[in-house]
């Protein structure tokens, strides 16, 4: 248990569908990230809010939408994906930006039809 | 950007035989951080290197950060069954996080 709580964890979905991906943490931290971790390649950071606020958008199609409504939780809204989506999502927190140790959820794993 | 090239990709090693993964970068590295994912697992944050020429244990595990700062290691000594999974390496730059590729360890009882 790292105290990064990733719902659902498993999700299947077609390329019309609209779902979201929940993450929060239970950690008092101030940061939260989304990656993508596919077969053979290495983690790919996302996304990155601060307090709140995005402070990294690493050029990720529109299909992929963050939201951070408070510092414990963080969404990614998702629609109208591709095959190549499929992929593990994990969310990661961490104490700060400048503080940046990361500690993992379990991951999403998405599989897209 | 700050691609971190890890090697190798694969390593297969009999219990109780040694273990390095090598991390390189063209640039100079602000800090590593090391982590591990076990298979079906999430990664695990290990230990951070910051100064040049650092070197940190922790019991059979060994990490070293480069006088140069451009490269890092991971040594296992006398690997167990528990040391199986994938190791990464980690760099930062602001906000942003370059992880490498990771080298997949099996341990072969």
């Known amino acids: 248990e790292t105290g990064v709580t990733q719902t659902p964890r498993h999700l299947v979905m077609g390329m019309t569908n609209k779902k979201s991906l929940k993450c929060e943490q239970h950690?008092?931290?101030?940061?939260m990230y989304w990656y993508k971790q596919s077969a053979k390649k290495p983690l790919e950071l996302m996304f990155v809010?601060?307090?709140?606020?995005?402070?990294e958008n690493n050029s990720v199609p529109s299909r992929f939408s963050p939201e951070c409504p408070n510092s414990s939780h963080l969404f990614l809204h998702l629609h109208t994906l591709q095959p190549e989506d499929s992929a593990l999502y994990l969310c990661?927190?961490?104490?700060?930006?400048?503080?940046?140790?990361?500690?993992f959820g379990a991951g999403t794993r998405l599989s897209v039809l | 950007g700050q691609q971190v090239m890890q090697i190798p990709q694969y390593q297969h090693v009999q219990e109780g035989e040694d273990f390095t993964t090598y991390c390189n970068s063209s640039?100079?590295?602000?800090?590593i951080q090391w982590y591990k994912q076990r298979p079906g697992g999430h990664p695990v944050f290990l230990i951070q290197?910051?100064?040049?020429?650092e070197v940190k244990k922790q019991k059979r595990l060994t990490f070293q950060f480069g006088e140069a700062k451009k490269n890092s290691s991971l040594h296992i000594t006398a690997t167990q069954t528990t040391d199986v999974g994938t190791y990464f390496c980690?760099?930062?730059?602001?906000?942003?996080?370059?992880f490498g590729t990771g080298t997949s360890l099996t341990v072969i009882p």
């Open positions: 990661a927190s961490s104490q700060a930006l400048a503080k940046n140790i990361q500690y």
């Open positions: 950690l008092g931290h101030n940061a």
């Open positions: 809010y601060s307090l709140e606020e995005r402070v």
């Open positions: 640039t100079t590295l602000s800090n």
């Open positions: 290197l910051v100064k040049s020429g």
């Open positions: 980690a760099n930062t730059r602001g906000n942003q996080f370059y």
